[in-house]
């Protein structure tokens, strides 16, 4: 009976911060801290070194997709229930894994917002960890997205927030479309022909650009991985040299059998009415030596018969690219085409509620 009260108060105790911190005090809340991809988990030391901590290991530190070089994707911060402070809990991605008798089963909850803002909290509690563990591989499709997109929607706040007017002004008119480039990097316009622009940000330890280019829409056959990356590669060949015109970008496909899933890949999504396919792979320089990931989003606009792709690349030889993608995603998920925005505010939470963690 007192397990069962200890657990009915736990519960409860979360109920409260939750109501408590929502509505017309959220802003009130200090905002979240930590770096893009940081996870901080709180478990009890033990659990962390058992079953338990192993499962959360293999789900958070699956490969992020399409990098040169491994790279986790988040990076776990293993915390114990007594050092859990004030101050921690305001980081952006919170995990808190609980395993007593005091919980009658395993389940998995989810808080956003708690203490910061904005900020995701998994609660996943049980009443071992065996069962717990369970829970968090049967949701860690479910966890994965969660936070990811929540990410990505900080990312694509920042860059609404510090959109470049000048850029945004360029991209309007050249293309009919709205696109928040931050002023968080100096992006310059490197061209801008009448269907193809190119800006690129700069720096002594990577490279970020982005492309945007249109062509006719043809039938449903567009969205295959052939005939994107044939397109990609004969409009990027044209129009982005390296140092010397006998240099040109190109899509990496020339892989060893141990490398093929670093081969282009391609999801079709649909957002607000909008088709769109996703493909993601790596990028290099023909007669260069340079190379990296690449994310490329093709939309239809049906009212124009065309296809509007919007991509973005990271060069950063040596370094994490990781978050450097989230970055270039994040600025790809303000495209907006007919006055209709892929990404606002009211929409980051609408993403994240429409993640079904039951």
């Not at 007192?2 to 911060?17: D, G």
């Not at 309007?172 to 193809?196: K, Q, W």
């Not at 449903?220 to 409009?235: A, E, G, P």
């Not at 129009?239 to 899933?261: A, F, I, P």
Request: charged share 25%; net charge neutral.
């Amino acid at each position: 009976m007192k397990r069962f009260i200890r657990s009915i108060i736990w519960t409860v105790s979360l109920s409260v911060a939750v109501s408590c911190g929502g509505g017309g005090g959220d802003y009130l809340k200090p905002g979240a801290t930590g770096k893009i991809g940081e996870l901080l988990v709180i478990i009890d030391n033990a659990h962390w070194d058992s079953e338990l901590g192993e499962t959360i290991r293999s789900i958070f530190q699956k490969p992020y997709p399409k990098l040169p070089q491994i790279e986790s994707s988040f990076t776990l911060l293993p915390l114990a229930n007594s050092s859990f402070l004030p101050i921690m809990q305001r980081h952006r991605n919170i995990l808190l894994v609980k395993a007593s008798g005091d919980f009658p089963e395993a389940k998995l909850t989810i808080s956003r917002d708690l203490w910061a803002k904005p900020q995701i909290v998994l609660h996943a509690v049980g009443p071992d960890i065996h069962s717990v563990a369970k829970v968090l591989s049967e949701k860690q499709d479910i966890m994965m997205k969660l936070y990811e997109q929540a990410e990505l929607d900080r990312q694509s706040e920042s860059a609404r927030i510090y959109s470049d007017p000048e850029i945004h002004k360029a991209i309007e008119a050249r293309f009919g479309i709205s696109l928040d480039v931050t002023t968080g990097r100096s992006y310059h316009i490197m061209r801008n022909d009448p269907d193809f622009m190119w800006l690129e940000s700069q720096s002594n330890r990577n490279s970020l650009g982005i492309f945007i280019y249109t062509y006719p829409y043809v039938d449903s056959s567009t969205f295959t991985v052939r005939y994107l990356v044939n397109k990609r590669d004969s409009i990027l060949k044209e129009k982005v040299h390296g140092s010397r015109d006998s240099s040109w970008m190109t899509t990496t496909t020339n892989l060893t059998q141990e490398l093929e899933y670093l081969m282009p890949e391609l999801e079709i999504k649909k957002f607000r009415g909008l088709v769109y396919g996703e493909l993601r792979g790596l990028w290099d320089l023909v007669n260069d030596y340079l190379a990296g990931p690449f994310v490329s989003r093709s939309y239809i606009d049906t009212a124009k018969n065309r296809i509007i792709t919007v991509e973005g690349y990271v060069w950063a030889a040596g370094f994490s690219k990781r978050n450097l993608v989230r970055e270039i995603l994040g600025i790809i998920n303000t495209f907006s085409v007919g006055g209709s925005k892929e990404f606002d505010t009211k929409e980051q939470s609408e993403r994240l509620d429409s993640i079904n963690i039951t």
